[in-house]
């Protein structure tokens, strides 16, 4: 263990392998020692464990309906009490944690890359490409994340993809504006200049050169972007727009429990936190990243 | 290492040292630094990250976190300043020590009027009107060679040269007339023909005050033309201690290195030789 | 109301600022000109794409099919979609939004009825915001690393992870079921409800010009919680804003300039540092206040507030493009507004850039 440390702190690495494992090791001191980002790192984790054993930790079925025990208070069969159709909420939550992270990974595979190209393109060509391309994504930022999430999912129709494109389709200009700004700051660079004058093309220097550099602020942004995925996910949901019932999605489930809140409080509240511990866990865990990877 | 005056040293180090710690490693900036000053004229030498900046700081007790400060004997005018509080040690900045640091476009607060900012500096100190700060910063302005003092009051940082720009932080800083000034690399950022002048502005207000003057640079032959004494610096440990007259007698091969790595008409080199460094120097 | 902004920066101001502001206004208006149009494209075309029959909305299911096509005809919707947004833009321009299909009243006075409610909203969270989160923010970042930047850290992140509905639901359910402490949902309680002539149409303003305390307690009651929660997320924002904007302050060799000075503290950090971060958080604000202008649809939903989030909603959930289109013009000015207020702003605040 002590010769593994003194292999990855030490201050002249033999390859290039070791360098690089050395500065990871690095950022994951720096980030142990943050223990909110700890805690965030402890609820992700336990949100992909719950999601990968969900079978095994649920309780009940989270479709079947048992009517003569809807509205159930909670108890030792139903642990969070059970909804206007008598199905076990805990068992709802645990199975929802997969519609969840279906939606954020989803988003993020999507929108990650394609903003990053369109804020490296737009940052590196410069002139009217620029120009062009970030009038777009003005347009996109000018109009309230929900409102145009909310328009495109009515106009191609409800449900869990249409839900995952809309907000894909919102989500984007936030890197692409991250990477534009980076790309700013590297284009000047010698580097650059060098690989142009070794012949390069513009794509390759954007792919190979340019968008690299922009990768930690990436993720990043999209550690914290996930925790707004989930919400608007679940804004969607809550309007009616989203994961379509019978599945247990989170935002969903908050709605349906609108109508007793104050009666049975619980068939509101418990989805709503798990909501919000997921995307505390996201926001924790991206905040403690950030500290490690951009230098600022 | 004789002062010049009879009178107690002005200030007194003995076994200075920065460190700063992290989680993943301890940095050591300055080791075991020892000196005396007098009223006179101490440069103090080395590359970048010698710990020769943060000598300054550490006087001035402006070390940032997380860094931290020890030293065996930190006495200012006979005074402690390691049993002082932050607080007591913030009322001797300003009044008692001050510092020019090196590029005044950074260091002047750019959204306020380079004669508020020494009015502000007077009035830290002494209670006076805005009105009499006033006259007091257009005196000060005056006494740093600036011509039209009246004009340049309501100048911002980014309205005023570089040159001028320094001249006005050594106004600003010399408003409550300091027994101390610690001057970091105060004509590195200007062009060589302000250069000289700044220094001479310095050079006439430091002897004329009798104030003692640290003077921190990398540049070995400015140094030596401008101050009494030299410390070198190498990884915040003292490699030597000479008389700038003797500077070109210099034993230690690290200031060999440094006076040699000039470009000098008289010598035939084919390439400059490259600064030598060896562990073995840091005791 | 919707401009009040636009006097706001304070006197004092000489002319060598006015003759470069106007440049300004000129460069940033034509850019954000092209957004605005971008803006109306994209709103246009996702409504045509809405499976929702306009025409079926107007007539009715039971329509036949010659009253169908009169309909259709009348509306417009028969041209190509070019020249369809073509006439909708010279109608904005001339100052006709259209009539609503879904009210029937013309969509200009539609959105000048909702915008008020929003208005109070906004504004309300946003003064929250900013009193409470400036302060947080700076504390946060004098005392990094301390209990008092983490606990900032923690109730900011914890804003930026709650979802709105559910917190509203849960804050109705604690201050207005449980304790009493607050009303329900609704601007008004019913039986104060169409007693004021609206004037401004923001009630707090009329009833208290009108001296009828009654009701101006009564919207207030009303209005407390959502414009507490809408502060929160605000706050929430604007203090992490604040710090990382200090924490870049001070760090400033300008601020050590400060220190060797022998200021005190306190000057350092609110005449030096926090005046240096004025001209970005002013940006921020901006931000933050239009986000809510533009109506927050969660929050008018589970509050029954009749505000421009819910209005625009509505309209999009039943293809009332008129009403659409037309919040989407109010968006785009709000938009222009505060961005070209903010811009103006910086550049007072900042001699730089003056």
């Known amino acids: 263990m002590t010769a593994l440390r003194a292999y990855l702190l030490t201050d002249d690495a033999q390859s290039r392998m070791q360098s690089r494992l050395g500065q990871a090791y690095r950022r994951w001191l720096v980030l142990r020692g943050n223990p909110l980002a700890m805690v965030g790192l402890f609820i992700v984790i336990t949100l992909l464990l719950v999601a990968a054993f969900a079978p095994l930790v649920a309780t009940h079925d989270p479709i079947e309906q048992n009517l003569a025990h809807r509205l159930q208070p909670m108890s030792a069969e139903y642990w969070l009490g059970t909804d206007a159709l008598g199905r076990d909420i805990f068992s709802r939550i645990v199975y929802g944690s997969r519609v969840t992270l279906f939606i954020v990974l989803a988003v993020v595979v999507t929108v990650g890359p394609v903003g990053l190209l369109i804020g490296a393109t737009a940052g590196y060509f410069g002139g009217w490409v620029d120009t062009l391309l970030m009038r777009i994504t003005d347009v996109f930022l000018a109009f309230p994340r929900l409102i145009l999430a909310l328009a495109l999912v009515s106009a191609l129709g409800s449900g869990l993809e249409n839900a995952i494109l809309a907000i894909a389709l919102t989500a984007w200009p936030p890197y692409a504006r991250v990477a534009r700004a980076e790309t700013m700051v590297v284009r000047k660079s010698d580097y650059i200049a060098a690989a142009r004058m070794q012949g390069a093309s513009a794509f390759r220097i954007i792919l190979g050169h340019v968008t690299p550099m922009c990768v930690p602020s990436a993720i990043v942004r999209s550690a914290l972007d996930m925790a707004g995925i989930i919400l608007t996910a679940a804004g969607l949901g809550f309007l009616g727009l989203g994961a379509q019932p019978p599945l247990p999605e989170w935002g969903a489930m908050v709605a349906t429990g609108r109508e007793q809140v104050f009666d049975q409080w619980w068939v509101a509240a418990f989805p709503g936190l798990a909501i919000c511990i997921c995307a505390l866990g996201f926001n924790l865990l991206g905040d403690g990243l950030r500290d490690v990877l951009d230098a600022r | ?283 | ?354």
Not at chain 2, 107 to 122: D, K
């Open chain 2, 1 to 283: 290492m004789s002062s010049s005056t009879a009178r107690p040293p002005l200030l007194e180090i003995a076994n200075l040292n920065v460190q700063f710690h992290s989680r993943v490693e301890t940095v050591h900036a300055v080791r075991g630094l020892s000196f005396t000053l007098g009223r006179e004229r101490l440069g103090i030498v080395g590359e970048s990250g010698s710990g020769k900046s943060l000598t300054g700081r550490a006087i001035l007790d402006l070390v940032p976190l997380p860094g931290r400060v020890s030293a065996d004997r930190m006495t200012f005018m006979g005074q402690d300043l390691l049993a002082m509080s932050a607080k007591q040690r913030g009322a001797l900045r300003g009044a008692h020590m001050s510092m020019v640091m090196q590029d005044p476009k950074f260091s002047l607060n750019p959204v306020m009027t380079v004669g508020r900012q020494i009015a502000e500096a007077y009035r830290a100190h002494s209670k006076m009107s805005g009105r009499q700060a006033e006259e007091h910063a257009l005196h000060a302005l005056e006494s740093v060679r600036i011509r039209d003092p009246r004009r340049v009051y309501n100048l911002y940082p980014h309205e005023v040269s570089g040159g001028m720009g320094q001249r006005i932080m050594i106004a600003m800083v010399l408003a409550a007339e300091p027994e101390l000034l610690i001057a970091d690399e105060p004509t590195s950022a200007l062009d060589v023909t302000v250069q000289m002048q700044v220094l001479a502005i310095l050079d006439d207000l430091v002897k004329e005050r009798g104030m003692g003057l640290i003077f921190i640079s990398h540049d070995l032959p400015l140094v030596g033309a401008f101050c009494d004494r030299v410390i070198v610096l190498y990884s915040g440990q003292v490699m030597e201690t000479l008389e700038a007259s003797e500077l070109a007698q210099a034993k230690h091969p690290y200031t060999q290195g440094l006076l040699n790595c000039m470009p000098d008409l008289n010598r035939r080199d084919d390439a400059l030789p490259v600064l030598k460094r060896d562990k073995a120097w840091l005791a």
């Open chain 3, 1 to 354: 109301m919707i401009t009040s902004g636009k006097d706001s920066p304070k006197g004092g101001v000489s002319l060598r600022r006015f003759g470069s502001i106007g440049q300004v206004v000129a460069r940033e208006t034509s850019t954000i000109l092209a957004t605005f149009l971008g803006l109306l494209i994209v709103t246009f075309l996702i409504g045509r794409v809405v499976p929702i029959d306009a025409v079926l909305a107007v007539v009715g299911e039971n329509a036949s099919a010659e009253v169908y096509n009169n309909a259709k005809v009348e509306l417009g919707l028969d041209k190509p979609l070019l020249t369809q947004f073509g006439i909708y833009l010279v109608k904005i321009l001339q100052g006709d939004f259209g009539v609503s299909n879904l009210t029937g009243n013309p969509v200009f006075s539609d959105i000048a009825t909702v915008f008020p409610a929003t208005l109070e909203l906004a504004t309300l969270g946003t003064l929250i915001g900013v009193l409470i989160g400036i302060p947080t923010g700076v504390a946060a970042a004098v005392y990094r690393g301390k209990w008092i930047d983490h606990l900032a850290r923690v109730v900011g992140l914890f804003g930026y992870s709650v979802p709105v509905f559910w917190l509203g639901l849960m804050g109705l359910l604690l201050f207005y079921a449980k304790l009493g402490w607050v009303e329900g949902p609704g601007r008004q309680s019913v039986a104060y409800a169409d007693l004021l002539s609206p004037v401004t149409g923001v009630i707090l303003l009329d009833a208290a010009v009108q001296g009828e305390w009654e009701i101006f307690w009564d919207a207030f009651y009303h209005l407390i919680l959502p414009a507490t929660l809408l502060g929160f997320f605000s706050l929430a924002y604007i203090s992490r804003m604040t710090r990382s904007f200090m924490l870049t302050e001070l760090q400033q060799q300008y601020v050590t300039t400060a220190r060797v000075k022998g200021l005190s503290e306190g000057r350092i950090i609110w005449r030096h540092a926090l005046r240096n971060a004025v001209a970005p958080l002013v940006a921020v604000i901006a931000l933050s206040y239009a986000s809510l202008l533009e109506g927050s649809v969660l929050t008018e939903t589970i509050f029954a507030w009749p505000g421009l989030g819910r209005y625009i909603t509505n309209s999009l959930l039943n293809a009332d493009m008129n009403a659409v289109l037309g919040g989407t013009v109010v968006i785009g000015a709000i938009f222009i507004g505060v961005n070209l207020l903010s811009d103006i702003a910086g550049r007072l605040f900042d001699p730089r850039t003056r």
